[in-house]
């Protein structure tokens, strides 16, 4: 089983910044997409943002638009998010995702999911 771990969230305050990273194990062969998600208690899953792991195709919800910044280090095999501006409606569990294709919105893409890192902001 492909294990995908979150870390660096927290509290931080309207307006602030987090870097979330994601350590991943991607297999070679063909084409793979990696992505966040986030999920508010009681809520389904958002798409956030999304990124081509062998080009430098991304995908970014209008919600975060000019605000957060999807990246990548493929020696590591890790994901960032890089979040400024963050305002109370981020807050949620945030998720990082795998699978083959291209970078999408659609969950129903993503195969491999990780266990969610709290953001939390507060006003």
């Known amino acids: 089983q492909v294990q995908l771990v979150e870390s660096g969230g927290g509290l931080v305050q309207a307006g602030g910044s987090l870097r979330l990273s994601c350590q991943a194990f991607v297999h070679t062969g063909g084409t793979y997409s990696m992505a966040w998600f986030r999920q508010a208690p009681g809520k389904g899953r958002e798409f956030v943002a999304a990124l081509s792991w062998s080009s430098v195709s991304t995908l970014y919800a209008d919600s975060v638009k000019g605000r957060f910044t999807i990246s990548k280090d493929y020696a590591k095999k890790e994901i960032y998010l890089q979040m400024n501006n963050l305002k109370p409606e981020d807050t949620a569990a945030y998720l990082c995702?795998?699978?083959?294709?291209?970078?999408?919105?659609?969950?129903?893409?993503?195969?491999?999911w990780g266990q969610g890192t709290q953001v939390t902001v507060s006003a």
């Open positions: 995702a795998a699978g083959p294709g291209i970078p999408t919105s659609d969950t129903w893409a993503y195969k491999t």
